[in-house]
């Protein structure tokens, strides 16, 4: 057997015994690295983040950031029991942090620790822009990205060393070698980052919509972010789709996500 056969065979082992479901597609994901493995480390790295930058308590941005958060907590909370996953949420920690920084961000870790920075309020604007930014970051989390990006990485690292122990004895094994990694990264690794972009946007909606949010305040949003200027990759060079797409996304799914909100008894939105 050589090394190809024995590659391929460790590749399909891998995708046979290390899956988890997304409760939310019902699709099996990639989960090679498990979440008692990563929810620890990244409480770790959380803790140490807060006590590396400077938190903000007690101001009404800060309040609304904490508000907003137990809403789409809830909201996620409701869902999943509803889908048949009460309990999914066992080993989160939810934590909802703003933080001084001009940066343009937010993002949650796995298991529920989220970071607003203070540099991302005058675009959220309001309430409803907060559950927006929230929805999707919460979504992350809940859809374990942080999970399937670890694994699809590792997935990257095995593949390179196949292609590098199947080249070694070619005196072009370099451009081989190179040529896979821009490949891979290009046809593979962003791709996979979009889709999860794209995905945490859709779950979002309706966990802001379940929350008492308007979804198509998620539009209005990526429009302000679309005049922050700046240039952009090309998005099929970008780890994130394109705001435009975004933005055509959101409109389409929006009617969805608030038909899904009247499941739960929700039938007004806060804009």
């Known amino acids: 057997m050589n090394y190809k056969q024995i590659l391929s065979i460790a590749i399909v082992a891998i995708f046979m015994v290390a899956c988890a ?25 959380y803790d140490q983040f807060l006590t590396e930058n400077k ?3 007690g101001t009404p941005q800060a309040n609304m950031v904490k508000n907003v958060g137990q809403k789409i907590s809830s909201a996620a909370e409701r869902y999943l029991t509803a889908n048949g996953y009460a309990g999914y949420l066992t080993d989160y920690r939810w934590e909802y942090n703003l933080v001084e920084d001009p940066a343009i961000n937010a993002w949650c870790m796995p298991g529920g ?18 559950a927006a930014i929230m929805g999707h970051e919460v979504a992350h989390a809940l859809a374990n990205h942080g999970q399937q990006r670890m694994s699809a990485g ?4 095995l593949a390179a060393v196949g292609v590098a122990v199947g080249t070694a004895s070619s005196e072009n094994a370099a451009i081989y070698n190179q040529a896979f990694g ?19 946007d859709r779950i979002g909606l309706t966990l802001m919509a379940i929350a008492g949010y ?14 922050q200027g700046g240039g952009a990759p090309p998005e099929f060079l970008s780890t994130h789709p394109a705001n435009q797409t975004r933005i055509n996304n959101i409109m389409q799914w929006a009617p969805e996500a608030r038909a899904e909100a009247r499941k739960y008894g929700v039938t007004t939105f806060k804009n």
């Open 113 to 130: 620790k989220i970071v607003f920075y203070t540099g991302i309020m005058p675009i959220a604007q309001n309430e409803a822009g907060v």
């Open 154 to 157: 590792q997935l990257q690292q």
């Open 55 to 57: 938190v903000i308590n």
């Open 21 to 45: 479901t997304n409760p939310f597609t019902g699709k099996s994901t990639l989960a090679l690295v498990p979440n008692s493995q990563i929810l620890p480390m990244a409480f770790q790295q």
């Open 182 to 200: 821009v490949g891979s990264n290009v046809l593979g690794m962003l791709p996979f980052s979009r889709s999860h972009e794209t995905e945490a």
């Open 214 to 227: 308007d979804p198509l305040v998620g539009a209005r949003l990526w429009e302000r972010m679309s005049q």
